[in-house]
């Protein structure tokens, strides 16, 4: 199976700071990289798909990049709405596999 | 609008089997995979196995023993059994779709039930 790990597990941020959430793949995975957010008690939203392009419907400040086995999400200005749990997965092959979370919280 | 909602006993018995169906509304089931995932309380995903209109599936190798996922294109649906079922299987259930790429490969989950919890309790 392909493990996938998030740096940092954890993160405190201010309204308007700029994040970087980075995903590492234990093989090469090319792009098939997806980044999701979620909120509590609520279904994973999808934000970024194979690596760097913006799912309909979600905010430009969104930015995802890399390839290989490094990626990152990057918020470009933190909004009040963005305090959630974000994970990558990988959907190069199966089983599809998810990283551990990241909880961006308020500072 | 695509739609998923998952539907399913909401409590199982140590050793039975957990039954779930995901019913897909708003457009077609085929074209795309269609999966499961579930989430323990407080942790994180864990994705169970994912099916194609034609039958092919896929499944975690951790719980490939106990699991079967099935379609039904007629009733636009698809179901999950999770056999010999334990206190950690005890989770939010979602099922999910995902955009279908060459080779078993995929372009992210874009569509996403509400979720079901299922709690294994004698």
């Known amino acids: 199976d392909i493990q996938m790990t998030q740096s940092p597990s954890s993160l405190s941020a201010s309204i308007g700071d700029r994040v970087t959430i980075t995903c590492r793949a234990t093989?090469?995975?090319?792009?098939?990289l997806n980044w999701y957010q979620q909120k509590a008690g609520k279904a994973p939203n999808l934000l970024i798909y194979?690596?760097?392009s913006l799912q309909s419907g979600v905010p430009s400040r969104f930015s995802g990049g890399g390839s290989g086995t490094e990626f990152t999400l990057t918020i470009s200005s933190l909004q009040p709405e963005d305090f959630a749990t974000y994970y990558c997965q990988q959907s190069y092959t199966t089983p599809r596999t998810f990283g551990q979370g990241t909880r961006l919280e308020i500072k | 609008q695509v739609q998923l909602q998952e539907s399913g006993p909401g409590l199982v018995k140590p050793s039975e089997t957990l039954s779930l169906t995901c019913t897909v509304s708003g457009g077609s089931i085929r074209s795309y995979y269609w999966n499961w995932i579930r989430q323990p309380p407080g942790k994180g995903l864990e994705w169970i196995g994912n099916?194609?209109?034609?039958?092919?599936?896929n499944y975690n190798p951790s719980l490939k023993s106990r699991v079967t996922i099935s379609v039904d294109t007629s009733k636009n649906q698809f179901s999950l059994n999770l056999s010999y079922v334990t206190a950690a299987d005890t989770a939010v259930y979602f099922c999910?779709?995902?955009?279908?790429?060459?080779?078993?490969?995929?372009?992210?989950?874009?569509?996403w039930g509400q979720g079901t919890t299922v709690t294994v309790s004698s």
């Open positions: 194979t690596a760097s």
């Open positions: 999910a779709r995902e955009g279908r790429g060459a080779e078993g490969k995929g372009y992210g989950m874009d569509v």
């Open positions: 099916i194609y209109h034609s039958g092919s599936t």
């Open positions: 093989q090469n995975i090319r792009t098939y």
